[in-house]
């Protein structure tokens, strides 16, 4: 019977040690793969596009400035991988610099595609809101009341609460704009009821260059709060100042 020598023995140890910590990083490599699989899952941008527009450009001025970020890293790469083969004459180490800078380049293509997917997606969005828009104005109107006698008897002496503040537990009654003053029945009717003043009266609005001063609503979660949120960002989208809008609550 032979006996192994000890250098041997923990040559063989050494051996499976390193075969073990390669698989394990093989492992870990494949998992992170099937995570990158679902970073930009599709049917998650396309709701942030469909409900939330102004964040979706966010996110695409974001993967452009990645993509910006891995070119400058690609030219850094590629100025090393020089520099070995004019100083150290490594053309292995400089081949596996390369390697990474094209598949880095890889990464920023992908960005680039996924980056005008998004764009593509977010002016379609666009239009179907002004399609959409476009078919409300066709319908019957609905009958917007002015200031006259009758309203102000009802309503013209009532609260009237600057639309960024608390409605938790409120129902609306009401909303002034301008001079328009409308009686509404409930949240969903407000929400109606403000799309269609906003598209007849406010329409020039929304490619106007006029600023809106930025005013920071009450943070507090509510079902109200919620319809309050939404409405002003309606108003926020036609150049409207939150200052502007008042709800009379019942």
Known sequence: MGFFKKDEIEGKEVHVVNE???ETKEIEKSVFRKKNLVLFDVDTIEYVIDNFPAMSVEI???LNNLANILEDTIDYIEDKSSEIIKKNRDFKLSKDHRDTS?????VVETLGEYVKWMQDEYEKNIQNKEAKLNEINKEPEIKIQEKNEDVSNEIINEEEIEIYKDFSLKEPKAFKL????????????????????????YRENKNSNKVIKE???IQKKSIQNSFRDTVIEMLIEYKISPEDFKIIIK
């Open 178 to 201: 301008d001079t328009n003053l409308v009686t509404v029945e409930d949240w969903d009717d407000l929400l109606v009821k403000t799309a269609e003043v906003l598209t007849k009266q």
């Open 20 to 22: 073990i910590k390669t």
């Open 215 to 217: 005013i920071k609503s």
């Open 102 to 106: 094209i598949s880095i380049y890889d």
């Open 60 to 62: 695409q001025n974001g």
